[in-house]
């Protein structure tokens, strides 16, 4: 026969001391706050479960000196929630030493050592628990009575009713003090209900009778304190209801309010008691409140708390069992980036998906895979949700500095500006946070050094004497957008024309697009500003800021009206780090390409008919009555001219800048979710490629940014 | 601290010593480190210092009898395994022993050891089965590699 043996595994107690020993933390600050807040149980309460499970547990792993420790603490405790004993400075005192030495004892543990490195200690803690276990009932504040006492032998309550009433209050604060009226008595409605009741047998029930009950039912219901009392007497109440209409007072109902006003529940409930004679105004009545403020006499306020005051809703420790964890950003961020990845995953399976498809394995294995593949999906969602929630912040952090900028600026330059924001509990990552800082920044300052004008000016001119700078967040589509609006004098484009002239930015007399004077003052260099301020007026800064913002993937645009006012507008997608875009993938050339869903209108065959080629536009489609401009992309790549349609193509329809055009491609690949990876510098032609993508097919696809390619095609044809 | 290979630790209570020895020099020959006390009040001081697995307690003792002894047990070492044994027993009392989680009750005289080893070696399977229990867990959670 082998010897049984029984061993404590060494992780699991490492592990288990690991825990304990976290869980001590909180409680230290729960003691703190309770020196602050004596009264309230929910910390008295979430202090006393830890220490009692881990006096449960301790033994288990052989830690008895823990245990004795915190069997201690335990008791002290136990004896604070049933207010055997009242929270003093000395009593936390004590449990906050006691916290400390079992928190040294459980490290001394695990690091090998003993439960007893400091035997003296120990036991000296020990003793003051001990001590303070046996501290006699708090004394009951009898500097009430007194102080009611003399206010009753005061002239000035002239009013006698009002004495009398006094002094009653004086009698049942002595009487509860001294035991005479004790907690558990039974409240009057009680006992009528079971004297009529009776012990035994059916009694006759009069009409009357049966009334009293009903009456004393409900003020029952407001005397009793614990949930469990208030469920019997509603039970009751609704058999009452039920029941007594149809056949009276019956014999169950009879039954059923024998049995649970006698059962144990109700004996042992404490019942509020409502014997203050309900004119004394400051008494709530069906409850004995100890600060009657008497509002005639001039006394001083008496500081007590009142008894059954409701629970205070705001307790110092708000977290409750809200855990919180430190976390490195490194670690979350690096979560993202397998986020991105797991969705290339996800295309992968869709893609062999499709050959398992067309392959012969039985259907219902194909059946399996696809409801795999559905659930991956649908996991693999909710992780880059669940990811990217833990980054966002309220919009509002952003937000938060820019009224109080906005009224420095102003006053300074003796402007009068009031500031609007809209939509500042909309979430972002955290990471946009910090993007839209420097930006927001300058373009409100801008918008008050340049754009609205001083209040005269704007008096004159028939406007409000305010400006007003509208900031606003939304969601567009899967973009975050930023607008900034403001209703000035709008941007002087002669000035800036002026200043780009002189910067040497644009020759005399070329001709400008208002897109290209806007793009202009994103130029460094371009500040109108007479004197250059500390405020705006260095000439750097959009330039730097467009780039910040382009980096992330987003845009920014201006626009203005001459007298009325400027409007920029901050584009952010939505999918940080990882652009995640819904792709219409093509292959033109064998070579495939992906085109944003969002831009895609159809696709179709064209018939000869409908192609038709014009000197100086390149190839016209005529497609629902819409003229649309033919692209082809490998000619636009290889910088040669377009050569017509190629011989069965299938045209893409593409929506760019509010106008179509028909993009030439051999095959369509599909619609998937890609991942689109920013690529640098890629020597030839990058600027017409917003990212590479990577397919199902574990093929690179290039992602066509259609505002650059459009832009090419306009600028070769205008050169025909 | 914990040594390795440790014997299983039993404590036996019972006012009579004849008894205390006959299992105490069964037991400790079946290799078990085994602990006495002579009614519930010892027993419960011999708790308070030392890790006990099993107890296995008489219920007619002076100061505090079995039922109350574990009673008081549940309450201070919630995880330890309690054998009741017994000469002379009421319905009220044997159902106390179950209501306050004794695993089992042995009939005395004890003439035979099978029921009681049974006993007990079920109650450390049971404590070694609940750790490997949460030594998975550990190992569910994936640890800190």
């Known amino acids: 026969m082998s010897a049984v043996t029984y061993d404590i595994d060494p992780e699991l107690l490492r592990e288990f001391l690991d825990d304990a020993i976290d869980n001590l933390t909180p409680i230290e600050e729960s003691l703190l706050s309770l020196e602050h807040d004596p009264e309230n149980m929910d910390l008295i309460n979430k202090v006393f479960r830890p220490f009692h499970s881990l006096k449960g547990n301790a033994p288990f792993f052989g830690l008895m000196k823990v245990k004795k420790l915190a069997h201690k603490v335990e008791t002290i405790l136990d004896r604070l929630r049933k207010h055997e004993l009242t929270v003093d400075k000395s009593i936390v005192k004590i449990l906050i030493s006691a916290v400390d030495l079992l928190h040294s004892m459980l490290k001394s543990v695990r690091d090998g050592a003993t439960e007893l490195e400091d035997p003296e200690k120990y036991k000296s803690i020990i003793d003051d628990l001990e001590i303070s276990e046996a501290k006699p009932l708090a004394e009951p504040p ?67 009778q049966a009334n009293i009950i009903k009456e004393r039912l409900k003020q029952l219901k407001k005397l009793a304190s614990s949930p469990k009392v208030k469920a019997i007497i509603k039970d009751i109440w609704d058999s009452y209801m039920t029941i007594f209409p149809k056949i009276g007072f019956d014999q169950i109902l009879v039954e059923l309010i024998r049995e649970k006003f006698n059962s144990e529940t109700i004996l042992s409930e404490v019942w509020k008691t409502d014997k203050i004679p309900p004119k004394i105004d400051e008494a709530a009545p069906g409850k004995i409140e100890k600060t009657p403020s008497i509002e005639e006499i001039d006394k001083q306020p008496i ?43 996800q295309e992968m399976f869709r893609f062999f998906g499709k050959s398992v498809t067309r392959s012969n394995i039985e259907r219902a294995q194909i059946l399996e895979f696809r409801r795999i593949l559905d659930t991956f999906d649908s996991l693999s969602d909710n992780m880059r949700k669940s990811i990217l929630s833990i980054r966002s912040l309220p919009i509002k952090r952003v937000f938060q500095k820019l009224p109080r900028i906005v009224r420095d600026i102003a006053d300074k330059t003796n402007k009068k500006v009031n500031v609007e924001i809209q939509g500042e509990e909309l979430l972002i990552d955290k990471s946009y946070v910090e993007i839209l800082d420097a930006p927001l920044v300058h373009i409100i300052r801008n918008s008050i ?66 897109a290209k004077l806007v793009d202009l003052l994103f130029e460094s260099g371009v500040s109108t500003a007479k004197e250059i301020t500390d405020i705006s007026g260095r000439g750097v800064g959009m330039d730097v800021v467009r780039e910040n913002i382009e980096i992330f993937g987003g845009t920014i645009s ?163 | ?5 440790e014997k299983p630790r039993l404590l036996i209570v019972d006012d009579e010593e004849d008894i205390r020895e006959l299992l105490s020099r069964h037991y400790r020959f079946k290799g078990y480190n085994v602990l006495t006390a002579c009614n519930g009040l010892d027993a419960l001081e011999v708790m ?74 079920h109650a450390i399977q049971h404590l070694k089965v609940w750790q490997k229990k949460l030594r998975e867990l550990q190992s569910l959670k994936g640890g800190d590699q």
């Open chain 1, 142 to 208: 009898d500097t009430l009575s007194k102080v009611l006492q003399k206010l009753v032998e005061l002239e000035t309550i002239v009013d006698t009713d009002k004495r009398v009433y006094v002094k009653e209050i004086i009698n049942l604060i002595n009487a509860e003090n001294s035991g005479v009226i004790s907690h558990n008595e039974q409240p009057d409605p009680l006992k009528k209900i079971l004297e009529i009741v009776g012990k035994d047998g059916l009694p006759e029930v009069t009409d009357e």
């Open chain 1, 303 to 345: 500081e007590e708390e009142p008894v059954e005051l409701p629970v205070k809703k705001e307790s110092v420790m708000t977290d409750n069992s809200d855990k919180t964890m430190r976390v490195s950003e490194v670690k979350i961020d690096g979560f993202l980036d397998y986020v991105g990845e797991l969705l290339v995953v």
């Open chain 1, 449 to 514: 050094d340049h754009g609205i004008e001083p209040a005269e000016n704007r008096l004159t001119s028939g406007k409000s004497e305010e400006g007003t700078v509208v900031v606003r967040a939304e969601i567009v589509e899967s973009n975050i957008v930023v607008t900034i609006q403001d209703d000035g004098a709008g941007i002087n484009f002669d000035a800036v024309r002026e200043k780009a002239i002189e910067n040497g930015l644009i020759e005399v007399g070329e001709p400008l697009t208002e």
């Open chain 2, 48 to 121: 308070n210092n030392e890790r006990v697995e099993v107890v296995i307690s008489d219920i007619l003792m002076p100061e505090m009898d079995g039922v109350e002894l574990l009673h008081k047990l549940r309450l201070d070492y919630p995880t330890v395994h309690v054998i009741i044994m017994t000469g002379y027993i009421t319905m009220e009392n044997l159902l106390a022993a179950l209501r306050y989680g004794a695993d089992t009750c042995i009939f005395k005289p004890i003439t035979n050891f099978d029921e009681m080893d049974e006993s007990v070696e």
């Open chain 1, 558 to 720: 201006i626009s203005s009206e001459r007298g009325l006012g400027t409007k920029s507008i901050i584009s952010l997608p939505r999918n940080v780090t990882t652009q995640i875009v819904d792709g219409f993938i093509v292959s033109v050339n064998n070579e495939s390409y992906v085109l944003p869903m969002s831009a895609v209108i159809e696709s179709f065959s064209p018939s000869d008919a409908e192609i038709s080629t014009v000197t100086g536009k390149g190839t016209i489609v005529k497609r629902h009555d819409s003229l649309q401009t033919l692209v082809s992309i490998p000619a636009l790549l290889m910088g040669i001219k377009d050569t017509g349609a190629p011989d069965n193509c299938i045209l893409v329809s593409v929506d760019v800048k509010g106008e179509s055009y028909a993009f030439a491609v051999d095959k369509l690949l599909g619609v998937n979710k890609v991942v689109v990876k920013p690529v640098d510098d890629i020597l030839f032609h990058n600027h017409f490629f917003g990212g590479a993508a990577i397919t199902g097919d574990g093929k690179i696809a290039m992602v066509l940014d259609l505002d650059k390619m459009i832009e090419d095609v306009h600028s070769d044809t205008s050169e025909v």
């Open chain 2, 1 to 5: 601290m914990f040594k390795k290979n």
